[in-house]
């Protein structure tokens, strides 16, 4: 991938795009994760409003600190770059408390996991409102459009999606080139959704690697049965998740009414 002139694109397609539709700047989540710290530095890199907001709901201390070291940095070296911090456990705890009390299970806790990363966006849209900002996305490829690894009107409730068309080896090779701290590069990618440190990884199956692999095998018209050991275990999650998720990937179905009936 030619980095540096991938990173002057996207920068000048977020400009564009944000001209175009006569809006002032950008919002964006920062996580303390690799995807928000380049998606900030991207809006950055336009001149215009930058907006990054943190949103803890029982987050782990070193996400937090990741988080805050990011903008710090980004605001060092952009004048356009703004921050806040809106912590949402509360909110969080309110709504579990709202809602009728159930015996704990693992679909209770992706539910919560889910709603979440719904309050998140929810936040994201308020700031949005308030300043006439985009909420800017950040999945990449292999998320967005591979296993489908993001939450339904969640963080895949967005306005404009930079990095979607870029898999996760490619967003590493960007936060090499724009200078984004060891901390998050180093850091094992985490959605923070769960209250604990599990990795991506450890709840997919599978690495960011190996899916990458597996998503270009399948482009090439790969089977299962093309792979063994290992290999073959990988492309199984793949495509299982890929599966899975497709209703997040799609648009939303529309019931068509023929026309001999209005």
């Known amino acids: 991938m030619q980095t540096e002139k991938v990173i002057e694109y996207v920068v000048n397609w977020l400009k564009e795009y944000a001209t175009s539709a ?6 964006v989540g920062i996580s303390g994760g690799i995807d928000s710290a380049v998606v900030s530095s ?5 001149g215009l409003r930058t907006l990054c907001v943190e949103l803890p709901i029982h987050q782990a201390p070193e996400q937090v600190s990741r988080g805050k070291l990011h903008i710090e940095n980004l605001k060092k070296n952009f004048a356009n770059v703004s921050d ?15 809602v009728p009390s159930i015996e704990a ?4 806790e992706l539910a919560l996991a889910n709603t979440r990363a719904r309050l998140r966006m929810t936040t994201l849209y308020y700031y949005a409102g308030l300043h006439n900002y985009l909420v800017a996305g950040t999945g ?3 998320e967005d459009f591979g296993v489908g690894f993001f939450t339904k009107y969640g963080d895949g409730g ?27 590069v180093n850091a094992q990618p985490t959605d923070g959704l769960f209250g604990d440190s599990r ?16 998503m270009e095998m399948e482009e090439k018209g790969k089977t299962e049965e093309d792979f063994t050991g ?14 899975a998720n497709k209703h997040k990937m799609v648009p939303i179905p529309v019931c068509e009414i023929p026309v001999h009936l209005k």
Do not use: H
């Open 22 to 27: 006569k809006m002032n700047g950008f919002v």
């Open 42 to 46: 991207l809006c950055a890199r336009t």
């Open 84 to 98: 806040v911090r809106t912590n949402l456990t509360s909110v969080f705890e309110d709504f579990k408390r709202a």
């Open 105 to 108: 299970s693992p679909k209770q």
């Open 140 to 142: 990449n490829k292999v």
């Open 158 to 184: 967005v306005d404009l999606s930079p990095l979607a068309d870029l898999m996760k080896s490619e967003v590493y090779e960007m936060a090499g080139k724009m200078g984004i701290i060891d901390e998050i």
């Open 199 to 214: 990795t991506d990884e450890e709840q997919i199956g599978a690495t960011y690697a190996e899916l990458e692999w597996a």
């Open 230 to 243: 290992r290999e073959q275990e990988a492309f199984r999650i793949y495509k299982m998740r890929n599966r």
